[in-house]
């Protein structure tokens, strides 16, 4: 059994063996009266009072947990690339809705054409209208029309939870590790005919320490040029409340000919403990280093070298949320998009979002301006032209500046939660819609449901039939 | 809309959720004893709290994260005085030598050895089938450290489950 194969089945195996084995009792009715009895459950009065708060809350500030959410998009490595290859006609696979003018009702989420739904690991655009989406942790589909069709399911030689990268529709990219009892490999699988075939190299072999365990990272910015980034989070150190983290060890290889062979590794920026990279263009990318105090790094050159920064004036106990940066303009100036996230005390349910300005490449930044608006996703199309998602588990909104986030308009409603999107450019995006988490009846599972492609700027959306 | 109004919507929030949020609770700390007392913790912080809940529709992922956190302090407090298997299952009471219950026992002591940070998204990812992005907004970090953790997680598990094999 080769090392794929052993991954493939430990993760299978341990899902299996959990479902199988934690059946968890119904909850004790002593308990269940004690928790109904506490004063939460004195004045509790039903659907009306459920329905009236619903209503109002849902045009406020979006909550904790979607402010959480954002780091947790950020870090899915879906790109905005690639430009506009021309209209497309919507097409009529599947279901299809329309979000709604802001205020009135949005369609409900309707179930998937096949019947079921399926765990979506990933999804996203390579460039005008081509894009992937990865159902389950290995069935790759890919598009070239914007959606319209899809191709037959393709396996991946492993999980997508480190990252799947598609420069065009033949060449993509995914690393892994294998161990063996002295070392890890790190593994970087390539494909060249569009995920019907894979290779794998060796980037390079790191000894095994206790109580450490590696972060990877891997980008490819065209068919030749990659980069593996790679940190060791090591735990070994004991603290008053558990183990003490640290990064330690961070490498960079690189390679010039599609991944066939690989670099020694260099000195890189850490990985892992506060971000991975995003990319905002095939070479500029970014990432968060530090919360303390907040520092973002940035590359020009596809992750060959790093710059970092501090941001000014982030005041002590808030993190500094990454959202998004904005490429180099003709002057050189390069945005980054963040917003405030107190880590302590009440928040007050506004998340500003903080725009910081530099025009040294990121080595210096300077606080540019201040604007409102809570978030889970942001895509820029342009400078100053950016979509947003906002909303909860029950419905979800599409808002649009025009003027690099100063200003707000609401473009769309939903009336189911959405848990992420991407945009190719202006006409083709995807988004994911959440529905029931089967292992948990009445919660909700981000990873779980059908995604919608559009082809007229979110004009119309198309479920897709997976 | 007026606090009381509120309160009583976030009641009803709040009992829609005892019987999700204690199986969870459970498939954590594998003990009936413990997962009580999260679950009962849970809720009257969440009570406690409720002001910085802004957006019901954000509950289940607001409360989520309580709960969870409320298990993980209860998992470093039990680390540091004794050692405790995961639940020794359920389900079939009567002893089963099928190959089946070796590979299940192997997995149950391989998730016991863990720590409370792997053994928590272990349990989100695999048990109850959340995505990293949705684990990392009821832990409160980044996915990439959701990343990291399951990666170390089934990393150390490896050589436990290649033996059985």
């Known amino acids: 059994m080769n090392d794929s194969d052993f991954d493939r089945d430990l993760e299978a195996d341990v899902r299996a063996e959990l479902h199988r084995s934690i059946v968890a009792p119904p909850v004790p009715e002593y308990l269940r009266g004690r928790i109904e009895r506490m004063p939460l459950g004195e004045k509790a009065n039903g659907g009306n009072a459920m329905t009236a708060w619903t209503g109002h809350g849902l045009s406020r500030a979006v909550g904790l947990a979607a402010a959480l959410a954002i780091v947790a998009l950020l870090g899915t490595g879906l790109f905005l690339r690639g430009q506009n290859r021309g209209g497309v006609v919507p097409g009529s696979t599947g279901a299809s809705a329309s979000p709604t003018a802001a205020g009135s009702p949005g369609p409900t989420f309707p179930p998937a054409p096949t019947g079921q739904h399926q765990m979506v690991g990933g999804f996203g655009w390579i460039g005008g209208e081509t894009g992937f989406i990865v159902v389950g942790d290995r069935e790759l589909h890919l598009t070239t029309d914007g959606g319209i069709t899809w191709s037959e399911a393709r396996q991946l030689p492993q999980s997508t939870d480190l990252g799947l990268t598609f420069v065009d529709a033949q060449h993509g990219f995914t690393a892994w590790t294998s161990d063996d009892a002295t070392q890890t490999r790190i593994i970087q699988y390539r494909t060249v005919d569009g995920g019907k075939s894979w290779q794998s190299s060796t980037v390079a072999s790191l000894p095994i320490e206790p109580k450490t365990g590696l972060v990877i990272a891997d980008y490819f910015s065209d068919a030749s040029h990659g980069v593996v980034l790679v940190s060791r989070r090591d735990e070994s150190s004991l603290g008053p409340l558990g183990p003490v983290v640290s990064m330690t060890d961070c490498l960079l290889y690189s390679s010039d000919n599609g991944g066939v062979s690989w670099s020694s590794g260099s000195a890189a920026p850490c990985i892992g403990d506060v971000g991975l990279p995003n990319w905002v263009s095939p070479t500029t990318g970014f990432l968060m280093v530090s919360q303390t105090p907040p520092t973002v790094a940035v590359t020009a050159d596809g992750g060959r070298t790093w710059k970092s920064g501090i941001l000014p004036g982030v005041l002590s106990e808030t993190n500094v949320v990454p959202r998004l940066m904005i490429p180099p303009d003709s002057t050189g100036r390069l945005r980054f998009v963040g917003s405030y996230w107190p880590t302590s005390g009440t928040w007050s349910g506004e998340a500003p979002l903080v725009v910081f300005e530099s025009s040294d490449g990121g080595a210096s930044w300077t606080e540019a301006y201040r604007s409102s608006g809570n978030f889970v996703s942001i895509s820029a199309f342009s400078a100053d032209h950016w979509v947003a998602l906002s909303g909860g588990n029950t419905a979800s909104q599409l808002t649009e500046t025009r003027d690099g986030g100063r200003t707000w308009r609401r473009i769309g409603n939903w009336q189911f939660s959405v848990g992420a999107m991407a945009w190719s450019d202006e006409k083709h995006g995807m988004l994911q819609g959440i529905v029931g988490c089967p292992a948990a009846p009445g919660e909700a599972c981000s990873g779980t449901g059908t995604v919608y492609v559009t082809n007229d700027g979110g004009l119309t959306w198309h479920q897709v039939p997976f | ?165």
Request: charged share 30%; proline share 4%.
């Open chain 2, 1 to 165: 809309m007026t606090n009381e109004t509120s309160d009583e919507a976030f009641a009803a929030l709040t009992r829609r959720q005892i019987d999700s949020a204690y199986r969870l609770a459970w498939a954590i700390l594998g003990d009936s004893g413990d997962a009580d007392d999260a679950t009962q913790e849970a809720f009257a912080s969440a009570w406690r709290h409720r002001r910085s809940l802004r957006d019901p529709g954000r509950f289940d992922a607001w409360f989520g994260r309580i709960l969870v956190n409320e298990c993980r302090q209860r998992l470093r407090r039990r680390a540091r005085e004794r050692i405790r298997p995961l639940p020794d299952v359920t389900g079939a009471a009567a002893p089963d030598v099928s190959q089946q219950v070796s590979a299940r026992e192997v997995v149950s002591q391989a998730i016991a050895r863990l720590d409370a940070d792997h053994r928590i998204v272990v349990i989100l990812r695999y048990w109850a089938d959340l995505s990293v992005d949705e684990i990392a907004a009821r832990l409160g970090v980044p996915s990439g450290t959701v990343k990291s953790r399951l990666h170390y997680a089934l990393r150390s598990m490896r050589p436990r489950l290649e033996d059985a094999r």
